[in-house]
């Protein structure tokens, strides 16, 4: 097979230079002699992954492909969670081993958390036009947002790799020791986790906390704006009946009491299947 063309070349600078690469997997369309930007931008994001695959990667691990989606849990399609795109960007990474999800912002710099699935739990995959589902066990990951044919490409790779039994692990953001449960703190280094169980009742306290506390900033703060707009909607309704007919005009704000309820709970519910997708270390951080 001729190899050593000019675009290899150049691909090949863009690479982390301490990630082994299996070329023509990563970049299947290369030998046609032309770069196409998904590739450049592929490259790039294993670059700023860099500091999270130097650690969390087996020194004889090769990484075989790789794209940045955004990761949708059945769960949260009940929810608001559906609309919230911007606060689970992805960077999924296929190596011989596992897929590797390493949550990131919108610019693809590794942050907060990340989850691995060995190969031999992916118990099968699918996938149409730009999403790809990964089943292992009880829940199924989508990954959308994906370019068509990296999709398919996923897919390929993925289908290769289906077995019984299932479930995703979690990876320490600090040491990378994965673990199948979700515990307090690192059995192997010690760094402490954010709590889902405090993260949920900050959220029911008033919608936002709980987001803040995990480290979702953008989120929260258009949680708290939004609340708050309804919370003053809710006193200037209030206030101003109560005044007018006394006990009675409590009644005038009953509807807007029950909406408020149901913001307030079903956040709760919400920051917890968020804080519970990976572990939140308490400086919230992966290495950039
Ligand atoms: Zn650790």
Redesign the pocket.
């Known amino acids: 097979m001729p190899t050593g063309g000019q675009p290899e070349e150049e691909l090949k600078a863009l690479l982390p230079a301490s990630i082994a690469v299996r070329f023509e997997e990563m970049f299947p369309n290369v030998r046609n002699g032309r770069i196409k930007r998904r590739d450049r931008r592929r490259a790039e994001m294993l670059r700023k992954a860099e500091p999270v695959l130097q650690r969390a990667l087996n020194p004889l691990e090769v990484v075989r492909f790789t794209t940045n989606g955004v990761r949708q849990l059945t769960w949260w399609l009940l929810t608001a969670g559906s609309m919230n795109p911007f606060a689970n960007r992805t960077t999924l990474v296929l190596t011989d081993r596992r897929v590797l999800l390493i949550h990131t912002d919108s610019k693809q710099r590794p942050r907060l958390f990340a989850n691995q699935l060995p190969l031999e739990r992916i118990r099968s995959t699918s996938g149409r036009n730009s999403y790809v589902f990964i089943r292992s066990g009880r829940e199924q990951l989508m990954f959308h947002g994906v370019q068509r044919s990296e999709a398919r490409q996923l897919k390929g790779l993925l289908e290769s790799t289906a077995t019984k039994k299932g479930g995703w692990q979690n990876l320490?953001?600090?040491?990378?020791?994965a673990t199948d449960d979700a515990p307090l703190s690192?059995?192997?280094?010690?760094?402490v986790f954010k709590s889902p169980k405090k993260a949920a009742l900050r959220s029911l306290l008033f919608p936002g906390l709980g987001d803040l506390y995990l480290g979702y900033r953008k989120y929260a703060m258009l949680e708290i704006i939004g609340a708050s707009l309804l919370w003053a909607l809710f006193l200037s309704t209030l206030v101003p009946a109560v005044m007018a007919k006394g006990l009675d005009g409590l009644l005038v704000a009953g509807p807007l009491l029950a909406l408020l309820a149901l913001i307030h709970i079903g956040d709760a519910l919400l920051t917890r299947a968020k804080a519970m997708t990976g572990l939140h270390s308490k400086d919230g951080a992966l290495p950039t």
């Open positions: 320490c953001p600090h040491c990378f020791t690192c059995a192997k280094c010690g760094e």
